[in-house]
């Protein structure tokens, strides 16, 4: 004769209790795997840093002292003369890559905006076959473009330099800003709300400028920085549409670096003050970065 148990009684023998650790591996709110977590966490922040040490050491040394060998010794005499002749080599074109950036930053942001707004809630026929269209250029390699699209800009009579890279950012940030803001708008903005401003007597402008925009903000955050991080640190454009008398930063980093006789020490400097503006962008914006991101990946 055999005994039977019950079944919520087996259930149970099966369950660990709260306060059991894993038979295998290492359980990560041990000391042990805490210990181990912050080494790696420790190593990969060295291994990110390595090079941004080697940049701020070398722009504070003399000529003498540069070299390979050296690299990663300390400054026996510390001078700022590296990062006061790339400041005045880099001035006039760190003043024109602001010019470029903050507009291209707000009008393909204002622009992907509207057309994700258009695209997710207030439909129209066709409108997927137009949103595929706008995708397409994502996927479209710039180099392809160049010639033809220095032609299209010549023949539109826009000046060289910082009007024609304006132009040209816009024009390939719409399809990003536009897929952000259609993910987020379709995903975050309810139908009913919509619908609730049509009731109302609201147009589709009227809807888009009081209602959508204010509750825009984590979408224009994330595409903000994304298009004023491309049109800063962008190289390509640059050197088909401008040079170093009328083009931005990195044109006139590539003068300073790529000399016959270059100055390593006031290289190294002028890459740490062209990478300013995009640091401190990260910096005050970046702690709404990954929220706007996420805003428009679920739906709520």
């Known amino acids: 004769?055999?005994?039977?148990?019950?079944?919520?009684?087996?259930?149970?023998?099966?369950?660990?209790?709260?306060?059991?650790?894993?038979?295998?591996?290492?359980?990560?709110r041990s000391p042990l795997g805490r210990v181990i977590t912050y080494a790696l966490l420790l190593l990969f922040l060295v291994i990110v840093l390595m090079p941004a040490y080697v940049l701020i050491v070398t722009s504070l040394k003399s000529g003498r002292e540069i070299g390979v060998n050296g690299q990663w010794n300390l400054p026996h005499e510390w001078t700022f003369a590296s990062w006061e002749k790339a400041w005045t080599s880099l001035r006039p074109s760190f003043i024109r890559t602001f010019e470029l950036a903050v507009p291209v930053a707000v009008i393909s942001s204002i622009l992907g905006a509207a057309n994700g707004f258009v695209l997710s809630r207030w439909r129209f026929p066709g409108a997927d076959v137009v949103f595929t269209l706008i995708l397409f250029g994502m996927f479209i390699p710039y180099q392809a473009v160049m010639i033809p699209l220095r032609s299209i800009v010549h023949d539109i009579g826009l000046p060289p330099g910082i009007p024609t890279l304006v132009f040209v950012h816009c024009v390939y940030g719409i399809p990003i800003?536009?897929?952000?803001?259609?993910?987020?708008?379709?995903?975050?903005?309810?139908?009913?709300?919509i619908e609730a401003s049509r009731v109302d007597g609201a147009g589709m402008l009227r809807t888009f400028g009081s209602v959508i925009l204010p509750l825009s903000a984590p979408g224009f955050v994330v595409t903000v920085i994304w298009q004023f991080t491309s049109a800063w640190n962008d190289y390509l454009f640059a050197i088909f549409m401008s040079n170093t008398r009328n083009g931005p930063i990195t044109i006139a980093l590539n003068a300073l670096a790529g000399a016959q006789s270059p100055d390593y020490a006031a290289s190294m400097a002028g890459?740490?003050?062209?990478?300013?503006?995009?640091?401190?962008?990260?910096?005050?914006?970046?702690?709404?970065?990954?929220?706007?991101?996420?805003?428009?990946?679920?739906?709520?």
Do not use: H, Q
């Open 177 to 193: 800003c536009t897929l952000i803001f259609r993910n987020y708008y379709a995903t975050t903005v309810p139908v009913e709300l």
């Open 1 to 28: 004769m055999t005994a039977t148990i019950p079944r919520d009684a087996a259930d149970a023998a099966t369950v660990p209790s709260p306060g059991r650790k894993p038979s295998g591996g290492i359980n990560r």
């Open 271 to 300: 890459a740490l003050i062209a990478s300013l503006p995009t640091l401190l962008v990260y910096i005050v914006l970046g702690r709404w970065f990954i929220g706007g991101l996420m805003a428009g990946s679920v739906k709520s």
